[in-house]
């Protein structure tokens, strides 16, 4: 059943109570008056903000809600677990949001280079499909394999953090390693274009949770991209090339005394003290009269 209503009479309102709550009421009215005008577009010069000064949020910069740095696993990084904008400051929350969703592009890496984060995207214009396209030039950015190992290896650190998985840091090591030992033996133009290509197509599968096919190779991605484009071996210099010192024979005269400068007899260096213009013993180059 319904509970009933207390029958017991109230106490009554002392005039200081009542006077206080007539104060009360009546702040609260001016209040509700002020938000109403405020939802109306038309907020009142005079009225004092209703919001605290410590909850609006600074001018001086966006308003960013934290990410939460716990795994996908659930489980937490530490006993107080970090956000992943406070562990990399330096990366805009709106390229994180990017990495950790898996809508971040191979081409998107130079963001994460300190040195390189400012570039924007190069479009070209394709006539024939009356559209814009990214251009093939945006490459020529990622010229050396640094230009990628270094950002790459901070898209792996924000990863591993976010999804706290020891297997998927240890798959992350093995791809940047695959990388390097590539580079030893064929083109970098060519690895960057197989790079290029398997980074884009594991979105699919890291947002189901799958990382570890970092760590396999794509054999047929390599034989289409970098197989066959192997460095040329670099050619020996052979003697008596430019800048290798020349050796004189034992029957050349000596060059020091031709300069008057080895007046030791016989010439310590066993060289002929004979001038190299005549032949002459008599005399050296210095001395040479024709």
């Known amino acids: 059943p319904p509970p009933t209503m ?8 002392s005039c200081k109570e009542f006077s206080t709550l007539h104060d009360s009421h ?49 489980t937490s990084l530490s006993a107080a677990p970090l956000s992943l904008h406070t562990c990399f400051p330096d990366i805009d929350t709106v390229v994180i949001m990017a990495i950790i969703t898996h809508k971040f592009k191979a081409t998107d890496l130079h963001k994460l280079d300190p040195t390189n984060c400012n570039k924007e995207m190069a479009y070209t214009f394709n006539g024939s499909m009356n559209q814009f396209e990214v251009s093939h030039c945006t490459a020529k950015e990622y010229k050396t394999p640094f230009t990628v190992l ?24 093995k791809y940047t390693a695959l990388l390097l030992k590539l580079d030893a033996e064929y083109g970098w133009t060519a690895i960057y274009e197989y790079h290029a290509v398997f980074f884009n197509c594991h979105h699919a599968e890291m947002a189901a949770g799958d990382y570890l096919q970092w760590g396999k190779q ?26 290798a010192k020349t050796v004189s024979s034992p029957t050349d005269p000596c060059k020091k005394f ?25 005399h050296g180059q210095h001395q040479h009269k024709d």
């Open 150 to 173: 270094i950002p790459l290896q901070t898209y792996f650190d924000i990863l591993s953090f976010h999804v706290n998985n020891a297997s998927a840091t240890g798959v992350f090591y």
């Open 258 to 282: 031709n300069n008057g400068k080895c007046p030791n007899s016989p010439c310590p260096w066993g060289q002929p003290h004979t001038c190299s213009m005549c032949r002459k013993a008599d």
């Open 26 to 74: 009546g702040k609260l009215s001016s209040l509700m008056k002020n938000l109403l005008k405020r939802l109306n577009g038309s907020p009142a010069a005079t009225t004092p903000s209703l919001i605290p000064a410590t909850m609006v949020p600074q001018t001086g910069g966006e308003f960013v809600p934290p990410i939460s740095g716990t795994g996908i696993n659930g």
């Open 218 to 243: 794509d054999n047929d991605l390599l034989s289409e991209h970098v197989y066959g484009h192997c460095k040329a071996a670099p050619t020996k210099q052979s003697r008596g090339t430019a800048g």
């Open 6 to 13: 207390s029958t017991k009479p109230s106490a009554p309102i």
